[in-house]
C-alpha cells in the first residue's frame, strides 16, 4: 500500500495546482489520472488575474506571462458592426499587478504545470484509474487499477476529486449533480484566419442567429473561434465537421479561413453538485461546478477551487490550524460557484436565446447600452473586477472576523502599485511564503508586534502612502491575512485582543521548523 497524505484524483489544471501548492507546503501527494497522456488539444483559454496572483504566491507567474499572449482589449460586434471597443489595461491599472486577461491553451497550461511539479519531485501517475474508495474516518483507502491491469490500494489522510465532469469521486460519494445542459450545440476550432477580428484582441459577434466569440492566439492570424452550429444537425448521430457551423455571422465579420487546424462540438452545461465535501473527500473544479464559457471563468474558479482547499488541508496535516477549518472550504467556494453558474447561466441565454426579446435585446438594446457603459470608467473598473475574479470575497465566511470603513474581513488584500513600478516590492511579494501573516499599513501597535512574536506570526509593517488610501487600506489596522492573501481578521484595537482570540479560535500556530 504506498500511501500519502493528499491522493488527487485527476491531473488536469486544478488537480496540478492543488498538488502544487500542498508540495511546496510540505505535504505529500499522490496524483493520479486515468488518460494515458495530457491532452493536445484545448478549450479553456484565459487565465485571470487573480489566478496569476496565485502563481505569483507559486513563483510561476512570470514564467506563464511570458508564455502565453497579453490581450488588452475586447470588442463587441452586433450583425457586423462594431459598437463596443474597451481597452482592459485601463480598467485594471491600480487593482491588480496584472492588470489584463492571458491566453494561454489549457493543453499547453497543463504540460507547463507537470513540469514544475516535476521540479518538486512529484510525477503524475499515469494512466491510473480511482476505482473506488471507502472513508474509515480517519483516513482514505483507494482502490487503483494501473496500466497494465493490476489493482492496488493507497491509504490517505484526505481525498481531492479533481476528475472532471464524470467524476468518480463525486458518483460515489452520491452529492447529486443538479442543473441541465442548453439546447444548442457549440464548437470550439483553432484556425488560421485573416480579418479585422485577427489583430490579437477579444472579440465577441452577436446577431439574430446567435453568437460568435474569437479569443487570440499567439501567431499571426490565428485565433480560437467558438460559436453555434446548425440547429438542424443538433440531434445528427454522424460526426459533424467544419461545414456544418453556423457562418452569418462569420461571413458578417469577413473572416476568410486559411486552414483549421482542429475542431470539436460540444453541449454546454449549468450544474453545481450538491456538496463539495463529504467527510474526507472533496470536489474541485468540473466536478463540482461546470457552467457556460461566458467571461471564461471555469478554469479559473476550479483554480481558485485547489488554492482555497491547498493551505487549509496543509494547516490542518501539519496541526497549524483546528480540522474545522476544513468546515470553510464548502461554503466559501460553492457560494461562489453558484453565483457564477446563475449569472454566466444569465448572459448565455441573453446571446444564444431564440427567443424574439433575447433577439431584441442582442440586436437592437445592445448596441445602445453597451457603448455608453464601456464609457464609464467605474463599469469599466467593476467589469475587470469581475472578469478578473479579484472582486471574489468571503465576507460571510466563518473565517471573516472584523471590518475597518470599506475593508472587511474576507475581502482580497488590496493591491498597492509600488512607488518605484516595481512589482517585485509591493505588498504582495511577502505573500509568498504560503502562511499567514499580519500587514500593517502604517504604524503596528506595540501588542500586535507582541503577539505575533509569541504566535511566530511573520509581521509585515509598510510606511503608509496616500496610494494605500487610494486602494482601500485602512492606516494601522493590523489584518490577519490567510495563506491565499484574504483578509481573516481586521483588528483596528491597540491592545490585539480580536486577533488574539481569532487566533486561539482557528487554532493558528506557526509552521513547523520557525
Same mark, same amino acid.
Given at each position: 500500500m504506498n500511501d500519502c497524505e493528499v491522493l488527487i484524483a485527476g491531473a488536469g489544471p486544478t488537480g496540478l495546482v492543488l498538488a502544487l501548492w500542498l508540495t511546496r507546503s510540505g505535504v505529500r501527494v499522490r496524483i493520479i489520472d486515468k488518460v494515458a497522456e495530457p491532452g493536445t488539444t484545448s478549450r479553456a483559454l484565459g487565465v485571470q488575474a487573480r489566478t496569476l496572483e496565485f502563481y505569483r504566491q507559486l513563483g510561476i507567474a512570470e514564467q506563464v506571462v511570458d508564455r502565453g499572449l497579453k490581450f488588452a482589449a475586447a470588442n463587441l460586434w452586433v450583425k457586423g458592426r462594431q459598437v463596443g471597443h474597451v481597452r482592459f489595461g485601463d480598467m485594471g491599472v491600480g487593482l491588480s499587478a496584472y492588470p489584463y486577461m492571458l491566453i494561454f491553451p489549457q493543453d499547453e497550461h497543463e504540460r507547463f504545470l507537470i513540469d514544475r511539479l516535476a521540479e518538486l519531485g512529484v510525477r503524475v501517475e499515469r494512466p491510473t484509474e480511482l476505482l473506488g474508495f471507502e472513508d474509515r474516518g480517519d483516513s482514505i483507502i483507494a482502490r487503483l487499477r494501473h496500466a497494465d491491469g493490476t489493482e492496488t490500494s *493507497?491509504?490517505?489522510?484526505?481525498?481531492?476529486? *479533481? !476528475?472532471?465532469?464524470?467524476?468518480?469521486?463525486?458518483?460515489?460519494?452520491?452529492?447529486?449533480? /443538479?442543473?441541465?445542459?442548453?439546447? #444548442?450545440?457549440?464548437?470550439?476550432? !483553432?484556425?488560421?484566419?485573416?480579418?479585422?477580428?485577427?489583430?490579437?484582441?477579444? #472579440?465577441?459577434?452577436?446577431?439574430?442567429?446567435g453568437f460568435l466569440a474569437v479569443f487570440p492566439m499567439k501567431g499571426d492570424r490565428h485565433g480560437r473561434f467558438i460559436g453555434t452550429v446548425k440547429d438542424s444537425l443538433v440531434t445528427a448521430t454522424r460526426a459533424l465537421e467544419w461545414?456544418?457551423?453556423?457562418?452569418?455571422?462569420?461571413?458578417?465579420?469577413?473572416?476568410?479561413?486559411?486552414?483549421?487546424?482542429?475542431?470539436?462540438?460540444?453541449?454546454?452545461? #449549468? $450544474?453545481?453538485?450538491?456538496?463539495?465535501?463529504?467527510?474526507?473527500?472533496?470536489?474541485?473544479?468540473?466536478?463540482?461546478?461546470?457552467?457556460? /464559457?461566458?467571461?471564461?471563468?471555469?478554469?479559473?474558479?476550479?483554480?481558485?477551487?485547489? &488554492?482555497?482547499?491547498?493551505?487549509?488541508?496543509?494547516?490542518?496535516?501539519?496541526? @497549524?490550524?483546528?480540522?474545522?477549518?476544513?468546515?470553510?472550504?464548502?461554503?466559501? @467556494?460553492?457560494?461562489?460557484?453558484?453565483?457564477?453558474?446563475?449569472?454566466? !447561466?444569465?448572459?448565455?441565454?441573453?446571446?444564444?436565446?431564440?427567443?424574439? &426579446?433575447?433577439?431584441? &435585446?442582442?440586436?437592437?438594446?445592445?448596441?445602445?447600452?453597451? /457603448?455608453?457603459?464601456?464609457?464609464?470608467?467605474?463599469?469599466?473598473?467593476?467589469?475587470? @473586477?469581475?472578469?478578473s475574479q479579484t472582486a471574489i470575497e468571503y465576507r460571510h465566511s466563518a473565517l471573516s472576523s472584523g471590518s475597518a470603513d470599506t475593508l472587511h474581513a474576507g475581502d482580497r488584500l488590496p493591491w498597492v502599485m509600488p512607488a518605484q513600478a516595481a512589482v517585485a516590492d509591493d505588498n504582495y511579494s511577502p505573500l509568498r511564503t504560503l502562511d499567514w501573516q499580519? #500587514?500593517?499599513?502604517?504604524?503596528?501597535?506595540?501588542?500586535?508586534?507582541?503577539?505575533?512574536?509569541?504566535?511566530? &506570526?511573520?509581521?509585515?509593517?509598510?510606511?503608509?502612502?496616500?496610494?494605500?488610501?487610494?486602494?482601500?487600506?485602512? $492606516?494601522?489596522?493590523?489584518?490577519?491575512?490567510?495563506?491565499?492573501?484574504?483578509?481573516? *481578521?481586521?483588528? *483596528?484595537?491597540a491592545s490585539g485582543d480580536a486577533m488574539s482570540r481569532y487566533f486561539d479560535e482557528w487554532g493558528l500556530g506557526p509552521r513547523p521548523g520557525r
Open positions: *493507497c491509504e490517505a489522510a484526505y481525498l481531492a476529486g *479533481c !476528475d472532471g465532469a464524470r467524476s468518480i469521486v463525486r458518483e460515489q460519494l452520491a452529492t447529486g449533480f /443538479p442543473g441541465g445542459t442548453y439546447a #444548442h450545440m457549440f464548437y470550439v476550432a !483553432d484556425a488560421e484566419a485573416r480579418g479585422p477580428v485577427m489583430n490579437h484582441e477579444l #472579440h465577441v459577434a452577436l446577431d439574430e442567429a461545414a456544418d457551423v453556423s457562418t452569418q455571422v462569420i461571413n458578417r465579420l469577413g473572416v476568410k479561413f486559411e486552414r483549421i487546424n482542429w475542431f470539436s462540438t460540444y453541449h454546454v452545461h #449549468h $450544474r453545481v453538485a450538491a456538496h463539495f465535501r463529504v467527510g474526507r473527500a472533496f470536489l474541485l473544479g468540473d466536478a463540482a461546478h461546470i457552467h457556460s /464559457p461566458v467571461g471564461a471563468q471555469g478554469m479559473n474558479t476550479g483554480l481558485g477551487d485547489a &488554492i482555497n482547499l491547498a493551505w487549509k488541508l496543509a494547516a490542518v496535516l501539519q496541526t @497549524r490550524a483546528s480540522p474545522h477549518l476544513l468546515d470553510t472550504y464548502e461554503p466559501e @467556494r460553492i457560494a461562489f460557484a453558484k453565483r457564477l453558474v446563475a449569472t454566466t !447561466d444569465r448572459a448565455f441565454q441573453l446571446v444564444t436565446s431564440d427567443g424574439a &426579446i433575447a433577439r431584441w &435585446i442582442r440586436t437592437r438594446v445592445v448596441p445602445r447600452v453597451m /457603448p455608453a457603459l464601456f464609457k464609464l470608467t467605474a463599469m469599466r473598473r467593476l467589469m475587470f @473586477r469581475t472578469i499580519v #500587514h500593517v499599513y502604517g504604524t503596528p501597535a506595540k501588542a500586535i508586534v507582541d503577539l505575533c512574536n509569541a504566535r511566530g &506570526i511573520a509581521l509585515h509593517a509598510f510606511a503608509w502612502s496616500d496610494a494605500m488610501r487610494t486602494a482601500g487600506l485602512v $492606516r494601522d489596522a493590523a489584518l490577519l491575512l490567510r495563506p491565499d492573501g484574504y483578509i481573516g *481578521c481586521v483588528d *483596528c484595537g
